[in-house]
């Protein structure tokens, strides 16, 4: 009785109002919507995210309007209207809502980025699950049981739910936005369509939606769901060590860290971003520290560097692509160990000082990636 009058109340409570369609998404979804108020999905407008507030702040084109919405904050319905970036409780609560990403239908390829294409059905949304892939639409429905003495529901009384749309599984849900982003000289800025290997079996949600453990809903019982909080940069960070191998060879004059990246795309392509290895040589009792190695790209004008979005070239890449080979002229010697630890930083120290965001030691601190240990 009581899981029925949780429904009604929850039916009622859906049809009088959308103004935030996550947190209607909450009262079944306690989990995954915890997970995605975390994300970099639910941090991604001006107003939650600093560094893309401060980049936005020296944008020099500002008359043609806020065109970073349709990635940073496409559920903000009058912003996308009129181009005109404004604070607002959309802007913090749900920029990118539960309700935009699962009703992306399809993604039309762009010169200079890609679009997403939503559905026009209202409370139809798509989602990817291999067992139920190639069925019907899922409807809500109730049954009873022995005698009628227990009545079951099966499937949300909120929504209908497809599990058919192919980019749900392929991945390509997500490169409606995090593919590229060039500027108006052709220069990518995020490098996240920089593809290794296509038959590689591992997509975006592969990678950064692994299944963890607790239920996807309160209605319908499951060991596992999708991770909603992006397990990347900002959450589950180790996790990602998984697609990154490293081996070192010693040569007569020094030694190689060699670096393989399965990710399938390059690693810190992102404008400003910044990838730091540090190694520690520890020699009995001794501990030397090795000059780090930086993993970026700087984007650059008449070869100074510029802000991304009026640079014409760049004037340095060192980025991690499918394979990479670092050369150091420390000798080592029989009984040393290397300790590898491979981190990210949001941005870099240089840039966070460009952006007037020196002082905001959060997005500069190093997150670690993986950590490994060699000995000779």
Sequence with gaps: MKKELYILMLLVLTSITYANESKVCQKCHPTIYSEYYDSSHRKASAQNNPIHKAMWDQYPNKEEGYSCAKCHSPSDKELMKTGILKENAIQKEEPISCVYCHSIKDVEDGTSSNKNILSDKKREFFTAQADKKGSTIAEYKTQSSFLGLVIESK??????????????????????????????????????????????????????????????????????????????????????????????????????????????????????????????????????????????????????????????????????????????????????????????????????????????????????????????
């Design 155 to 376: 499937n949300s009384p909120y929504h209908k739910i497809d599990y058919n749309n192919e980019n749900f599984y392929s991945g390509n849900v997500c490169m409606g936005c995090h593919s590229h982003t060039n500027n108006e000289h052709g220069l990518d800025i995020t490098m996240l369509d920089a593809l290794i290997d296509k038959n590689d079996k591992n997509t975006c949600i592969t990678c950064h939606m692994p299944q963890i453990q607790g239920t996807k809903a309160t209605l319908q019982k499951s060991k596992t769901h999708a991770y909603h909080g992006m397990a990347g940069i900002h959450n589950m960070n180790k996790s990602m060590g998984k697609y990154i191998e490293f081996s070192v060879e010693m040569r007569d004059k020094g030694f190689v860290v060699k670096i393989l990246n399965r990710a399938n795309h390059a690693l810190f392509g992102q404008a400003f971003r910044e990838g730091v290895l540090n190694i520690e040589l520890q020699r009995g009792k001794k501990s030397i520290n090795l000059e780090p190695f930086i993993f970026t790209r700087v984007f650059g004008k008449n070869s100074k560097e510029v802000m991304p979005f009026v640079a014409d070239e760049l004037i340095k890449d060192t980025l991690i692509y499918a394979k990479k080979e670092i050369i150091y002229n420390q000798i080592l010697q029989t009984g040393d160990k290397l300790k590898l630890v491979l981190g990210i930083k949001r941005i870099s120290n240089r840039a966070a000082k460009n952006l007037n965001l020196q002082d905001n030691k959060e997005i500069t601190k190093i997150r670690v990636l993986k950590a490994q240990s060699f000995e000779f």
